[in-house]
């Protein structure tokens, strides 16, 4: 069955960097789209940035020139790097694939002093 999971997250103070990953399993990973999204405390999820199985990525304007999306086929792997990590960057982040809504169970990123 399809399994997403996602590592990485910690604490990290303002200015900082994080990279998170995300494994999957289950599926022909080369072929599916995937996603990271976040929910911050009090706030509905919302999607951070995506890749297409042949690369092309999409990001919301909040991490627009800080965070970077990119996929290792031979790893299964989708990874998220996060630099210039402010406070409001705040929040669980969860791996998605988008055909078939899967999601993993997601990783905390707390950004404080």
């Known amino acids: 069955q399809v399994q997403l999971v996602e590592s990485g997250g910690g604490l990290v103070q303002p200015g900082g960097s994080l990279k998170l990953s995300c494994v999957a399993s289950g599926f022909t990973f080369s072929t599916y789209a995937m996603s990271w999204y976040r929910q911050a405390p009090g706030k509905e999820r919302e999607l951070v940035a995506d890749?297409?199985?042949?690369?092309?990525?999409n990001y919301a304007d909040s991490v627009k020139g800080r965070f970077t999306i990119s996929r290792d086929n031979a790893k299964n792997t989708v990874l998220l790097e996060m630099n210039s990590l402010k406070p409001e960057d705040t929040a669980v982040y969860y791996c998605?694939?988008?055909?078939?809504?899967?999601w993993g169970k997601g990783t905390l990123v707390t950004v404080s002093p």
């Open positions: 998605k694939r988008p055909s078939g809504g899967y």
């Open positions: 890749i297409s199985s042949r690369g092309r990525t």
